[in-house]
C-alpha cells in the first residue's frame, strides 16, 4: 500500500506542475485540447456499481460451512473508482486506480463454483474500505512507421499509436485487463455478471482477494494479431490479500495469441490461452490422504487460512475465447477452459473445465439502440482428485458442502437487459437459474435475481 499511495501522490505532484506550466491547455474528462496535439496529455474516467442480488429457499437435505445459504437472502455490493492516467513522453504513460469497494455477495461469495456477482470478486470485506486498484507503467515501441487512432478509454489515452507495436506494462493490474478479453462477455459491471462468463473458469488466474496482482505484459501488437506474456506474482494463501513474494519460487506465466476476424465488415477474434501457476497450493490426492489419516492440516491451507510451506503446486490448463458480430446489433460469444485439477485453486475460483455460448443483441428494433439484451449457458465441472477432496469432507475457499456422494456439472443460464435511463447512467435487471450448485447434485436449483445500477464518464 505505501508503494501504491507513493505512485499516486507522484501522479498528482504532476497534476499540480502541469496546471503551473503556462504552455498548457486545461483538459476535461481526458480531452486533450492541443490543436497541434492528437495525444490526450491526460485521462480522468470514473464508474460506480451497485448490485442488489438475491435468491429464494431451495432443496437442501445437509450444507457445510462454505454451502449457499438455503433459506432466503438478499446482498449489496458497491464498487466505484477513479482511472487517472499521464502522458510522460513518447509512447508512454502512467496510470493510478484509486477504488473503494464495499458489500458482499450472497452468501458472502460462497456455495457457487461459477458465483454470481462477478462485482464481489473485488470485496475483499464488506465494510467499504480504500486501495489502490492499479498503479503501472505503459510504453510503446513502434515497429514501423504506420499509426492507428485508438479512442480515449479507461486506462487508455486517446490519439494515434503505432499500428504494429511492442507495448510494456508494468505495476499493480488485473491480469484479466490483458487476457482472455470478450466485446461481449468479460465486465461484470456491465454485461454477464457470473464469474464464470466474465474469463474463462478453468483459469486460475494470479491475483489476490479483489482480483489484482503485480507483475508486467509484454504485447506484441500487429494489424492481424497479437501475441501477449506475462509474469506476475500469486496469493501466498488461497485467496489472500497479501501476495507471494518469493520470486523463483512462486508466479504466474500467462501467454496468449489472439486472431482478429472480419466477416464483411463484422468484426471479432479468437483467443488461445495457456498457463502455468506456481505457488504454496497443495495437492488434493495428499490432502485427502492426510485427512485419511486424521491430519486435516492442509484443509486451511487450501481454505486460506494458514501458510503452506512447500512450493510444489503447480497448475497449468489453457483456454480457447471467440467472439463475432453478426450484423450491427447481434454479437455471440464461446469459451473452453480446462486446468489439470491436482492441486487447489488458488485465485479464481474452483473450476478445472468449463464451457459457455451466449449472445448479446441491442434493442435497435424498438427504437432502444443504447439497450441491450443478453443471454448465455456454462457448464463447471472438476477433476476427479478435486471430487474426491470434496466428498471427503474438504473446504476450499469456494466450495464445500461436507461431501459430494452425488457430482453433476455446475450449469448456470443467465440472461439480463440493460437499460440506459441517461447518458451516463444504466439500469440492468438480471436473472441466473443455477444447477448442481457447487457440483452437488443434492443440492437445488436456485434461482437468483439482480438489479445493477452503473454510472460512468
Not at 94 to 99: K, M, Q, R, S, T
Not at 373 to 390: E, P
Not at 397 to 416: A, S
Amino acid at each position: 500500500m505505501q508503494i501504491e499511495l507513493t505512485i499516486l501522490f507522484v501522479l498528482f505532484s504532476c497534476v499540480k506542475l502541469n496546471a503551473q506550466g503556462k504552455d498548457d491547455e486545461s483538459h476535461f474528462m481526458g480531452v486533450n485540447s492541443n490543436k497541434f496535439d492528437s495525444t490526450e496529455k491526460w485521462s480522468y474516467h470514473f464508474q460506480m456499481t451497485s448490485i442488489m442480488q438475491g435468491h429464494g429457499r431451495f432443496h437442501s437435505p445437509y450444507s457445510g460451512v462454505n454451502s449457499l445459504q438455503d433459506t432466503s437472502e438478499t446482498a449489496l455490493s458497491l464498487t466505484t473508482t477513479l482511472f487517472l492516467g499521464r502522458k510522460l513522453w513518447k509512447g508512454a504513460a502512467v496510470f493510478v486506480n484509486p477504488e473503494v469497494a464495499g458489500g458482499k455477495g450472497m452468501s458472502y461469495a460462497l456455495g457457487i463454483a461459477g458465483a454470481a456477482n462477478g462485482e464481489t470478486f473485488r470485496i475483499g470485506s464488506p465494510a467499504p474500505a480504500f486501495y489502490i486498484a492499479r498503479a503501472f507503467f505503459q510504453q510503446h515501441i513502434a515497429l514501423n512507421k504506420k499509426t492507428e487512432y485508438e479512442d480515449g478509454e479507461i486506462n487508455q489515452l486517446g490519439g494515434k499509436v503505432p499500428e504494429s507495436r511492442i507495448t510494456i506494462s508494468a505495476g499493480k493490474f488485473s491480469i484479466a485487463d490483458y487476457f482472455d478479453g470478450n466485446s461481449y462477455s468479460h465486465d461484470p459491471r456491465t454485461e454477464f455478471m457470473n464469474w464464470s462468463l466474465m474469463s474463462n473458469g478453468a483459469w486460475d488466474y494470479p491475483a489476490n482477494t479483489r482480483g489484482y496482482t503485480w507483475g508486467a505484459v509484454v504485447e506484441l501488437v500487429k494489424p492481424g494479431y497479437a501475441i501477449r506474456v506475462s509474469d506476475v506474482l500469486v496469493p501466498q494463501i488461497a485467496n489472500a490479500p497479501t501476495l507471494d513474494v518469493e520470486i523463483g519460487k512462486t508466479h504466474g506465466f500467462t501467454a496468449e495469441f489472439e486472431k482478429k476476424l472480419k466477416i464483411k465488415s463484422h468484426i471479432g477474434s479468437i483467443k488461445f490461452l495457456v498457463f502455468h501457476n506456481q505457488s504454496r497450493a497443495p495437492s488434493y490426492n495428499l490432502a485427502v490422504n492426510n485427512m485419511v489419516h486424521g491430519d486435516s492440516s492442509l484443509n486451511g491451507i487450501i481454505q486460506g487460512k494458514k501458510l503452506g510451506t512447500t512450493f510444489d503446486g503447480l497448475k497449468y490448463g489453457f483456454g480457447i475465447n471467440f467472439c463475432q458480430e453478426l450484423t450491427d446489433n447481434i454479437g455471440v460469444f464461446a469459451r473452453a477452459s480446462w486446468n489439470d485439477g491436482q492441486t487447489a485453486t488458488w485465485a479464481f475460483t474452483e473450476i478445472d473445465q468449463s464451457a459457455s455460448a451466449g449472445l448479446s443483441i441491442k434493442a435497435t428494433k424498438i427504437k432502444r439502440p443504447d439497450d441491450v439484451f443478453g443471454c448465455a449457458f456454462v457448464a463447471n465441472g472438476i477433476s476427479q482428485a478435486h471430487i474426491n477432496y470434496l466428498n471427503a469432507g474438504g473446504y476450499g475457499f469456494i466450495i464445500g458442502d461436507g461431501k459430494l456422494p452425488h457430482y453433476g456439472y455446475e450449469q448456470i443460464l443467465e440472461t439480463f437487459y440493460k437499460i440506459r435511463l441517461a447518458k451516463t447512467l444504466w439500469i440492468t435487471l438480471d436473472y441466473q437459474y443455477i444447477v448442481n450448485a457447487a457440483y452437488n447434485k443434492d443440492r437445488g436449483p436456485v434461482s437468483a435475481f439482480a438489479v445493477r445500477g452503473h454510472v460512468e464518464f
